[in-house]
Every structure is written in structure tokens, then in C-alpha cells.
């Protein structure tokens, strides 16, 4: 049982000069207990999601940016001098690899400063309560997606039934809003469709050859199982339309995605340790990407409308 605390209060708006000031709240949510977090770990993941969840050897994939995740589902660590940022929990049985998999490159949790999520999905989300017991790191999120980490649930689609330990959000984002720490900046691309609050992630990253990349955390824009036709919330066809044509705009050569596979991990991996320091710079993988994405949108689209006349 969740236990929550009314959300409240105190909106501090950070008025300042930067061209794009944080919004920041502090707010009295409840973060899950740790008997909570416990439970959830050790109840038994399907077959599917077993696969996901197999651990993987955590590595370095270009910069700052370390690959934490397991085999099917990521996560990604950005460090910097000041602390780190840790984006997405994956699974409640996925955390204690995160965090096996932060130790193991040689940094620390408690160095965590910020924990971000992609979107609040059970696969992306519920391993947050552990990562934010774990460091006591400031959660930020969307406004969209704020309500269902905070409950513990996303509200519609294949994972409604699926609750996971509730996580405090410590300060909402909006669209174009950067988050700067120890010389990075991260600018939310809030990019909905796949969750209403699905957010990316754009920053700039220097490769080992001294040139500069840009480094895209792709939130996700497949459909998922969820209804477009009749829409599962009011804007949901509209916001996969915009988005992906906001992603066809972006301009980003390392694709880094909440599931390995959509950037071809293993396969670049082979070659980074075959010596390509650069296996995973490749201005080509963002636009292949969405144009699958897309076709598999129009379809969808298609295919649920037909199904509904
Ligand atoms: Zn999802």
C-alpha cells in the first residue's frame, strides 16, 4: 500500500537571466519506504521482462555518458566534477544492478545529484524509489508525468495494472528548460505521445578524439500497445504527430535510447571494443530511427481506426 502525503505548496519560480531558467517546486510528496522498494524487488518479473532485465556489463559510451542499464531496458549515467546525473530507474529488480553497475565504473551513488526519467512508464520508472533512496538525488520530471511517479502508476494502457513504489519529484521541467551541473547542460525536450509527459534529453558531448558531438535521450515514440483510436487522453494522435516531426527537425549524431536495441547497443559495442572509438557517433541513426517510427505510427493509426468503423 502507497502511502501519499497531499501534494503542496511552495512554488519557487527562479527568475534569472539564463536563457532557459529551471522551473523549480518543492513539494511534499512521498517517496515509497524502503519495506515498499523491498517488496517490489522481489516480486517476479514475465519471461519478456526477465530477458530485459539481464545484467550487462556496464561501460563507457562516449564522454561522460556510462551505459548502467541491463540488456533490454537503460540507463545512463552522466558524470561531472560536481556530481552525477543518473536518467531512468528501468525496473524495481533493475535498480540494484544500477546501482552494482555506478560502483562497478568506479563512482559512487551518493554522488548522484540528479535523477531524471524518461517517462513514467513501469519499465522506465519503477526502479527510481531505490535510485533516489540510494542517493538522496533531487527527482526531476515532467509536469505531465509527474502525477503517476508520484502515485506509483501510470493511468492507462497495457501497465495500468502495474503499480510501483512511488517517487517524490523534487522539481518539474518544462519544455526547453536546462539543467546545468559541473559544466553539463541537459535541455528537456518534453516530446509527447508515448507518455503526455515523455521527455528528452539533448546535450552536447565531447568524443575521445577531442570533437564535439550531441547526445539525444530519446524518450520514445512507439505506440505501444496503447489506444490512439478511440485516443486513450484527448491530444494523444496529435502530440505522436508533432513529435515526430520534432524529432525528423533535431539534429543530434549519438541516438542514445531507453531500449538498447532501438540504437543497435550490441552492435556498436562490438566495434567500440574492436576499437572504434566512435561507434557510437552516427548522424544517420536519429532520422532511420523515426522513419520507422513513423511508419509503425501511420499504420497503428490506421489499423485502430479501421478497427473502430
Ligand atoms: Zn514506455
Known amino acids: 500500500m502507497v502511502i501519499r502525503i497531499a501534494a503542496l505548496a511552495l512554488i519557487a519560480l527562479a527568475a534569472c537571466a539564463a536563457p532557459a531558467p529551471v522551473q523549480e517546486q518543492t513539494r511534499a510528496t512521498a517517496l515509497a519506504t524502503e519495506a515498499q522498494i523491498a517488496a517490489a524487488e522481489a516480486e517476479a518479473l514475465s519471461d519478456d521482462w526477465l530477458e530485459w532485465n539481464t545484467p550487462i556489463e556496464p561501460f563507457n559510451v562516449i564522454g561522460n555518458i556510462y551505459y548502467v542499464g541491463a540488456e533490454g531496458i537503460s540507463a545512463y549515467l552522466i ?3 560536481d556530481g552525477h546525473i543518473l536518467l531512468d530507474g528501468a525496473f524495481a529488480q533493475t535498480a540494484p544492478q544500477i546501482i552494482a553497475n555506478v560502483e562497478r565504473l568506479g563512482f559512487h551513488m551518493r554522488d548522484v545529484r540528479l535523477l531524471l ?6 519499465d522506465h520508472a519503477a526502479g527510481l524509489a531505490r535510485l533516489q533512496l540510494a542517493s538522496g538525488a533531487e527527482m526531476v520530471a515532467s509536469e505531465a508525468d509527474r502525477g503517476a511517479l508520484e502515485a ?15 517517487i517524490r519529484v523534487d522539481r518539474v521541467i518544462g519544455d526547453g528548460e536546462a539543467l546545468t551541473l559541473g ?3 541537459l ?13 528528452s534529453w539533448l546535450m552536447d558531448v565531447t568524443g575521445a578524439d577531442g570533437a564535439e558531438h550531441r547526445a539525444l535521450f530519446h524518450c520514445s515514440a512507439t505506440v505501444a500497445g496503447q489506444s490512439l483510436a478511440p485516443p486513450a487522453y484527448p491530444s494523444i494522435v496529435a502530440d ?6 520534432r524529432f525528423g527537425a533535431i539534429q543530434a549524431d549519438v541516438l542514445l535510447t531507453n531500449h538498447p536495441g532501438m540504437m543497435d547497443m550490441d552492435q556498436r559495442r562490438a566495434r567500440q571494443v574492436a576499437g572504434d572509438a566512435n561507434a557510437f557517433v552516427d548522424a544517420r541513426a536519429l532520422p532511420a530511427l523515426n522513419a520507422r517510427l513513423e511508419a509503425a505510427f501511420r499504420e497503428e493509426l490506421a489499423r485502430q481506426r479501421a478497427a473502430q468503423n
Open 79 to 81: 558524470t561531472t566534477p
Open 117 to 122: 526519467n524518461s517517462h513514467a512508464h513501469v
Open 152 to 166: 506509483g502508476r501510470f493511468p492507462y494502457g497495457p501497465s495500468e495494472d502495474l503499480a510501483f513504489p512511488a
Open 183 to 185: 559544466g553539463v547542460s
Open 187 to 199: 535541455t528537456a525536450l518534453i516530446t509527447p505521445g508515448h507518455t503526455p509527459g515523455c521527455t
Open 240 to 245: 505522436f504527430e508533432s513529435t515526430l516531426a
